[in-house]
């Protein structure tokens, strides 16, 4: 049977449990402790991570974890029950707020990339709050949510919703991502998640992406080759940043360390391979990055929605 908590219903003193309104509240007494104690979803649990700042912590009763700040909304940890981590932080990762966190699974929105706004926009630099959360035999799901407010404002002037879902069951974890025209006027957007896998770079490959047309942003990331993946088998032997357009719905990850991982998708009409080598020498050997992305411009009339879904399964 599946148990279903709305946060906002549950806390009837605090409207949503957004990073600084948690942090306004400690001030006064209310501590992350007795926080987490409203969320009555068994396996969901908001605790103190890095820096002070708030995460949630996803517990199956199968042995899986995963880990989800609330700065960024970004998914950080994901254990099945063998322990191992299966995505990877960098070690130069600051939890301050100054910048994003590194690692993970951080958000790119309303943009990909370079463009007009800050590099990969700004959803990977704000708080996110909860919105929900559930427990489905054994297996938890929580949702955050994202508004617009004057930071966001200050560089893309739109009212819009975000909603991200993230779900952990045994050997699986899975995202969906609602974003919503609340304006009274169109807009558009391109998006990504930038998932860092911990991986042996020099042995990792990924399977699935031959037939694609290749945007290749080596050696010049700022005038891509294009070009047509002809191998069956794409690996990091070096530099890799490389676009695929229409890439399928399904790829395999082998992360050189023993682990296969299914990406299967909809609606993320693109992928992103990227290893920076020797640009990060601390660490590249350690993660490579296989992302589901929106390359193309969505556009949304007034309270229209578009849905994207990841999932990442582990063999």
């Keep these: 049977m599946a148990a279903t908590v709305s946060i906002a219903s549950s806390i009837p003193a605090i409207p949503l449990p957004k990073a600084r309104r948690l942090h306004r509240f400690s001030r006064v007494g209310m501590t992350f402790a007795s926080l987490s104690s409203e969320i ?18 996803l517990t199956s009763t199968h042995g899986s974890e995963a880990e989800i700040y609330l700065f960024g909304g970004c998914v950080t940890s994901w254990k099945v029950s063998k322990g191992k981590d299966l995505l990877f932080v960098r070690p130069d990762a600051i939890f301050n707020k100054k910048k994003p966190i590194s690692g993970g699974i951080p958000h790119c929105f309303p943009q990909f990339g370079p463009g007009p706004l800050q590099q990969h926009g700004f959803a990977r630099n704000m708080d996110w709050s909860i919105s929900q959360s559930e427990n489905v035999e054994g297996d938890t799901v929580v949702t955050l949510e994202l508004k617009d407010e004057p930071f ?8 819009f919703q975000a909603l991200h879902k993230v779900s952990l069951k045994a050997k699986s974890l899975s995202t969906e991502l609602i974003i919503t025209n609340t304006d009274k006027k169109p807009f558009s957007f391109n998006a ?18 031959k037939g694609c047309k290749t945007l290749n942003k080596d050696p010049d990331p700022k005038n891509p080759i294009e070009g047509r993946e002809e191998r069956d ?8 940043d490389c676009i695929y357009l229409d890439a399928p719905d399904e790829v395999h990850l082998d992360n050189g360390l023993g682990d296969t991982i299914t990406i299967k998708n909809t609606n993320w009409s693109d992928a992103v391979l990227w290893n920076p080598h020797l640009q990060m020498e601390a660490c590249y050997k350690d993660f490579v990055c296989v992302e589901n992305a929106k390359i193309g411009s969505v ?8 849905t994207a879904t990841q ?3 582990v063999n």
């Excluded at 998640?193 to 699935?208: E, M, N, P, W």
């Excluded at 088998?233 to 890799?240: D, K």
């Excluded at 556009?299 to 578009?306: G, I, K, R």
């Design 152 to 159: 966001s404002r200050s560089m893309w002037d739109y009212s």
């Design 233 to 240: 088998v794409v690996n990091f032997p070096e530099f890799v």
């Design 311 to 313: 999932q990442l399964f």
């Design 192 to 209: 990504a998640l930038h998932t860092y896998f911990h991986a042996s770079s020099a042995s990792a490959s990924v399977r699935g992406l």
């Design 40 to 57: 009555a979803t068994p396996g969901v649990k908001l605790t103190e991570g890095e820096g002070k700042l708030p995460k949630v912590v």
């Design 299 to 306: 556009q949304l009339e007034p309270e229209q929605s578009w």
